[in-house]
């Protein structure tokens, strides 16, 4: 939107609209005075609630004459308005923040600070409330309003959330050995387009590929980057609760199959074997490695990405293990039918994962490909550790926002 300079310039002379919000920032001795945070706050989560937008500072929003900012203040100022997007607005805004030398009104050069909101997938609150963009203002949203919009987005993040593009990400954040995995003979030979059909990428409303959910997560080095919580905390405890030592931790990040991977090598490396002689020796694993694979790959797959601040946990205390993802249920499933039915949340990301040679020896596994898609887990990871402890896996849903698995170890450490 308004990339070129000319169309810029067309813009700020023409004055605020339903995307545009111009203004000047006043500075008292070191500190930034006007506008107040909060309300600067209020107004970029109603560009968000609405359709996106772009805020110019340095501009006066009467006149429209370009103002420009001190270049010694540019810092400060770009990081002002990050410090809002990030602390004060819920959940925190994405947003492109750049500092911009433009020619003003005089044929002089003036500095500003550009900021790209886009129409965010979720419902944003800033200080005052909530609010939305009519024209060039903003306005409280009544309840009805609210909840129409809460469950626009809500229905938009479950539907196909794993299609969606990641804002503030180009081409360059895929790593090519990452995606050429999935390239075929009957693939395109074009690039952009292979990436298009696979949906690891999507063309936006100016013309430029842009990596989706599944793009990041599957053919991006380091997903994180972009999906705060794309990743899966893992915790060993010396004990039966989590006010035991830890004896080993690590956040597990990276593209989807390398994070099942190493959840499985940290499970593997951190339970006991216990062995006795009848007459030969037989080796008894706290876990059936076969159930935690199933469970690492159905949390990674079925999770909702779109809670933020969410993460995957990953526990193992002496006598158990425990493995949280975060979502409710799809659909109409319930934890009773989680064994005799079958449901995807993400179905890109099932497709993707299901084309992925196994990459872990996963005891007793027959699997080839990393996603089975014909709704065998669960029933592995309740026979396989059943068999094991004599204990059935529990599954609980927490607060309808958080599916809690628990794996009974077949003896206590």
């Not at 694979?293 to 193992?316: P, T, W």
């Not at 990871?381 to 170890?409: H, N, P, V």
Request: charged fraction near 25%; charge should be neutral.
């Amino acid at each position: 939107m308004y990339e070129k300079t000319s169309e810029l310039l067309k813009q700020i002379s023409l004055g605020e609209d339903s995307v545009v919000e111009l203004k000047n920032i006043e500075y008292t001795d070191n500190a930034i005075s006007g506008p107040h945070s909060n309300s600067m706050a209020d107004e970029m989560a109603a560009m968000a609630n609405s359709n996106g937008g772009i805020f110019i500072l340095g501009v006066d929003d009467k006149s429209h004459a370009i103002i420009g900012l001190p270049i010694e203040k540019l810092d400060q100022t770009e990081m002002w308005a990050r410090n809002i997007a990030n602390d004060l607005i819920k959940p925190p805004l994405e947003c492109n923040i750049r500092k911009l030398c433009i020619c003003s009104d005089d044929g002089g050069e003036k500095n500003i600070v550009r900021i790209d909101v886009p129409k965010s997938i979720f419902v944003h609150k800033s200080p005052k409330g909530y609010f939305y963009r009519i024209g060039s203002s903003k306005r409280e949203m009544s309840p009805e309003v609210l909840a129409r919009l809460f469950q626009q987005r809500t229905q938009n993040r479950l539907i196909r959330f794993d299609e969606q593009t990641v804002m503030n990400t180009d081409l360059n954040d895929l790593d090519k050995n990452l995606w050429e995995r999935f390239r075929t003979p009957l693939s395109p030979s074009d690039d952009i387009e292979f990436l298009e059909k696979l949906k690891l990428i999507t063309i936006d409303e100016n013309g430029l590929p842009r990596p989706t959910i599944s793009g990041i997560l599957i053919a991006c080095k380091s997903p994180e980057r972009y999906i705060s919580n794309a990743y899966i905390q893992a915790v060993c405890y010396n004990g039966e609760n989590r006010n035991s030592p830890q004896l080993d931790a690590a956040d597990i990040c990276g593209p989807l199959d390398i994070q099942i991977k190493e959840a499985c090598k940290f499970v593997k490396r951190n339970m006991k074997i216990r062995a006795i002689k009848n007459p030969g020796r037989i080796e008894t694993p706290q876990y059936s490695i076969n159930a935690v694979f199933e469970a690492v790959v159905n949390a990674v797959v079925h999770r909702d990405y779109s809670i933020y601040g969410s993460k995957i946990r990953l526990h193992i205390f002496a006598d158990r293990l425990e493995l949280y993802s975060p979502g409710s249920l799809p659909n109409t499933m319930t934890v009773e039918s989680l064994s005799q039915r079958q449901s995807s949340r993400n179905e890109l990301l099932s497709s993707l994962l299901a084309r992925c040679p196994m990459n872990f020896d996963a005891t007793n596994s027959k699997r080839v490909f990393i996603m089975d898609k014909r709704g065998e887990g669960v029933p592995i990871i309740i026979s396989e550790s059943f068999e094991l402890s004599g204990k059935k896996a529990e599954y609980t849903l927490i607060d309808d926002t958080e599916l809690k698995l628990g794996i009974f170890a077949a003896f206590a450490a």
